[in-house]
């Protein structure tokens, strides 16, 4: 017997029971996945279930499925209230989580997200020059205004990140430091504008920079949910290049990948999902920062499956929050802001001390 045919007979076995264990591997983490999509849905109905307004657990799947059965004011609490409600918490978490995800694998850095890197920031901006300068466009109804500005100017913020990224002559940390300099910038600008508002132009922008889920309609969720729709099957489609450059750019580059390439798309898909999602419901924090570190807890930093579970890590964590902003005061909806701030600060907290190592 050949020392070739020794090798083979010997390597077979170790081979054979890593592919196994390659195969329980990729099983658990789809039965993760599977697990959070699952946990998504019960959150939904939890959040469908809960509100001001006493209805029983029977009259709200009846407004949803037998609206012939109540009043009519019963069916449009249930249809025009807290079914949009619900389904933007559900939209929101998916857009910021997965783009928190993206955005701290192609800066390599675990603190970026949206509202670390200065996209929320900007889109307070925005919605401040329209609610207390006034500025419009024209052919644009009121109702669109805030939206649209807030999306302009975060979507600016993002083109700006993008533009740095693709300098050579500034790297992942600068990119990192010049979005913190953005943080500071429109907050300060936003400061600026909060000082010579009217009282009333002042409680709006306050309360809009709070975050609620209250302003949803069932145009702009068919707005998400299509940028959502859109972006996903080009983040997956980029999976095994980003799994591949968390290994490091050389590395990367060794694979063939064209990393300024992956970056400049990757912070396209952020942009949009960002400064949607805030566009809408106004700054909410820590969602696009946790979610991606809880699920990469689970599954690992393969690609394939930490985009898909951080999309529906944040879906649940957003969901649970609205649920909550109805709970914590009896006959009063929090803005959700505030919830996923208390939550997020300690549930962040909880995951630096902890210091898993890596899946």
């Known amino acids: 017997m050949t020392a070739e045919a020794v090798s083979d007979r010997g390597a077979g076995p170790g081979r054979a029971a890593a592919l196994l264990a390659y195969r329980r591997a990729m099983m658990r983490r789809s039965l993760i996945v599977a697990g959070l999509g699952l946990l998504c849905l019960l959150a939904f109905a939890l959040d469908i279930s809960t509100g001001p307004s006493a209805l029983p657990l029977r009259d709200v799947w009846a407004g949803l499925f037998s609206p012939e059965r109540l009043t009519t004011p019963q069916v449009t609490i249930i249809r025009d209230v807290r079914l949009p409600y619900a389904l933007m918490a559900i939209l929101v978490g998916a857009a910021l989580s997965l783009a928190g995800a993206e955005m701290q694998t192609i800066l390599n850095n675990p603190l970026a997200s949206p509202f670390t890197l200065g996209v929320s920031s900007a889109a307070s901006f925005g919605a401040a020059l329209a609610i207390v300068l006034g500025l419009s466009l024209p052919f644009v109804s009121a109702d669109w205004m805030v939206p649209i500005n807030a999306f302009l100017c975060a979507f600016l913020s993002v083109l700006l990140l993008e533009a740095l990224a693709r300098s050579r002559a500034a790297g992942v940390e600068g990119v990192v430091l010049f979005g913190i300099a953005l943080v500071f910038t429109f907050n300060a600008l936003v400061a600026l504008i909060q000082f010579v508002a009217s009282q009333e132009a002042l409680s709006q922008l306050v309360f809009w920079s709070m975050g609620s889920l209250g302003r949803a309609t069932w145009g702009n969720l068919a707005v998400?949910?299509?940028?959502?729709?859109?972006?996903?099957?080009?983040?997956?489609?980029?999976?095994?290049?980003?799994t591949a450059l968390r290994l490091g750019e050389d590395r990367a580059r060794s694979f063939g990948i064209d990393v300024a390439r992956l970056r400049l798309a990757s912070l396209l898909r952020i942009s949009a999902l960002a400064a949607t999602a805030v566009a809408f419901v106004g700054?909410?924090?820590?969602?696009?920062?946790?979610?991606p570190h809880i699920a990469r807890l689970m599954v690992g930093e393969d690609h394939r499956f930490l985009l898909p579970a951080s999309l529906l890590t944040g879906a649940l964590i957003m969901s649970l929050a609205s649920v909550a902003?109805?709970?914590?005061?009896?006959?009063?909806?929090?803005?959700?802001?505030?919830?996923?701030?208390?939550?997020?600060?300690?549930?962040?907290?909880?995951?630096?001390?902890?210091?898993?190592e890596r899946v």
């Open 325 to 356: 902003s109805k709970l914590m005061v009896p006959g009063i909806v929090l803005p959700v802001g505030i919830v996923t701030s208390m939550i997020g600060v300690p549930v962040f907290l909880i995951l630096i001390l902890r210091r898993p």
């Open 224 to 242: 998400l949910a299509v940028v959502v729709a859109l972006v996903l099957p080009f983040s997956m489609r980029a999976a095994n290049a980003m």
């Open 283 to 291: 700054t909410i924090g820590f969602i696009g920062l946790v979610g």
